[in-house]
């Protein structure tokens, strides 16, 4: 069956620094991954999505992902972390059939000064 | 336009009361989506509709009953909830279809619900 894993409830980390959110995933094929961002009392935004080829993709709000197949990984990553990114952020694997989504747990991030 | 309305924003209600929640895209989207949100806690899928037909119903409560009176319109139909039943309510639309890029799912801002 399919899952996803976010290990880490919650970070914490200063304005300026470098982020990385984890997520693992558990699927029988090539998985449909996605990342979104829930900022308070608000729906969820799209921040970047893996169907295939390059492993490395690029989101909005310089975001990037990589997908590690060997890990069953599709870490979260910002160089630069910005007070507006302090937020819910919530990775989900898209089933292949059916349309169904299967999210993880999320990660809450504070950003500190 | 790539966006998923909501209304209303917010709705109190009594557990005697019938209120409904309307969703609505213009995106030509064939799927639509209800979720339900606890606060910290990842959406829970309640309905799935495809094709204006339900496809899926997550095992939800008959005090809440979908429509899908057309391809850009969903409904959510609120009888005799309960007080647990308070949260954040979204709404989701994507394409419909098995190859890769149909599975995005794009969100409302939600309704959050409150239930006395």
């Known amino acids: 069956a399919q899952s996803v894993t976010q290990p880490d409830i919650h970070i914490t980390v200063s304005e300026g620094a470098s982020l990385e959110l984890r997520c693992n995933y558990s699927?029988?094929?090539?998985?449909?991954l996605f990342w979104y961002v829930q900022s308070p009392g608000q729906g969820l935004q799209l921040l970047l999505k893996y169907f295939s080829g390059d492993t490395l993709v690029q989101g909005i709000k310089g975001f990037e992902a990589e997908f590690k197949r060997s890990q069953s990984s599709f870490n979260l990553r910002k160089p630069s972390v910005h007070w507006s990114d302090a937020a819910e952020y919530f990775c989900a694997v898209g089933a292949q059939t059916g349309n169904q989504f299967y999210f993880g747990t999320g990660t809450s991030l504070t950003v500190i000064p | 336009d790539t966006e998923v309305t909501q209304t209303p924003k917010h709705l109190v209600m009594g557990m005697t009361n019938k209120k409904s929640l309307k969703c609505e895209q213009h995106m030509g989207h064939r799927a639509m989506y209800w979720y339900k949100q606890k606060a910290k806690k990842p959406p829970e899928l309640m309905f799935v509709?495809?094709?204006?037909?339900?496809?899926i119903n997550e095992s939800v409560p008959s005090r809440f009953s979908p429509e899908c009176p057309n391809s850009s319109l969903l409904n959510l139909h609120l009888h005799a909830l309960q007080p647990e039943d308070s949260a954040l309510y979204l709404c989701?639309?994507?394409?419909?279809?098995?190859?890769?890029?149909?599975?995005?799912?794009?969100f409302g801002p939600g309704t959050r619900l409150t239930v006395l």
């Open positions: 989701a639309s994507s394409k419909v279809g098995t190859s890769a890029g149909y599975n995005e799912q794009f």
């Open positions: 509709y495809s094709y204006e037909k339900l496809s």
């Open positions: 699927y029988g094929a090539t998985p449909y």
